[in-house]
């Protein structure tokens, strides 16, 4: 099972208002830097804002144990924000990268490398499996795919598409969640084609994820990582993928899988 928190759904452009009147509370439509937390103690990513937002989710930042980072951009690696982290426990922190990945070091922090598609169980119990993303090579870029007692996720930003040796990674997988990248909104024609999805890019691989039974019947798909100015408001997203079956991902969603 998998107790989770969306605790940041962004890309890039970051709203002003988290210095404002959004700085101590989540907003749909002031995200914050894409990241989640898993069963209370792993992350999902740690980058820019990951220490506001683990205080506005009220988890203490001794409470994390591991966290698995999909690629070294600072939206989703901060290494000041995991010193942090680390800083505030008494045991040291893991830190799961790709075995390319160039990070500096961290105080009180023990690195894990692995390999993409190398499968490695946690002392939590969740075993992790890093998939090469289609997204800038030189950030050693993977989507992570989780698994505990037969519930099985997908973190799928940052990047476009799949690549062939990911996509057939995930043939027969019947996830039970995907989060997919979603920086560019409900328009074709937008350069980022090559390292990250518009809402017509998902809507196309979609039915090709069924077939492959990389997705099931009841698989339940968010877009995150979005870029609010590519997107409509939060509000109006919601309505133009639900048709879809595709649900919009915000700050402080919690869910059970
Ligand atoms: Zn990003
Ligand atoms: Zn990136």
């Known amino acids: 099972m998998f107790d989770l928190i969306f605790l940041g759904t962004a890309a890039c452009d970051f709203s002003p208002l988290l210095k404002t009147e959004c700085k101590e ?37 001794d409470n994390i144990t591991d966290i698995f980072i999909t690629h070294i951009h600072s939206d989703h690696f901060n290494p000041e924000n995991i010193a942090r982290i680390a800083e505030a426990k008494s045991d040291s922190l893991r830190l799961w990268v790709g075995d390319k990945a160039m990070i500096p070091q961290i105080p009180n922090t ?57 996509y057939f ?3 027969n997988k019947g996830l039970d969640l995907m989060a997919i990248d979603a920086t560019c909104g409900d328009y074709v024609g937008d350069f980022r084609m090559a390292e990250h999805n518009s809402i017509p890019m998902i809507r196309l691989m ?6 492959i039974g990389a997705l099931k019947e009841n698989s ?35 869910l059970t899988i």
């Open 110 to 166: 023990e690195v894990i490398r692995t390999e993409d598609y190398q499968t490695i169980t946690t002392d939590t119990g969740i075993s992790v499996t890093g998939l090469t993303a289609n997204h800038d090579p030189a950030a050693c870029p993977r989507y992570l795919f989780l698994e505990k007692d037969g519930k099985k996720l997908l973190y799928a930003t940052d990047g476009g598409w799949f690549l062939n040796k990911t």
């Open 206 to 211: 979609m039915p090709s994820l069924r077939t």
């Open 220 to 254: 339940r798909v968010f877009l995150t990582h979005i870029a609010p100015s590519l997107h409509k408001s939060h509000e109006e997203t919601v309505k133009i993928v639900a048709p879809d079956g595709l649900e919009v991902a915000f700050d402080g969603l919690k």
């Open 25 to 61: 509370r989540f907003d749909n439509n002031a995200r914050r830097a894409s990241s989640m937390l898993v069963n209370g103690s792993c992350l999902i990513d740690a980058g820019d804002h990951i220490i506001d937002s683990l205080r506005i989710a009220e988890v203490p930042l």
């Open 169 to 171: 990674f995930l043939q």
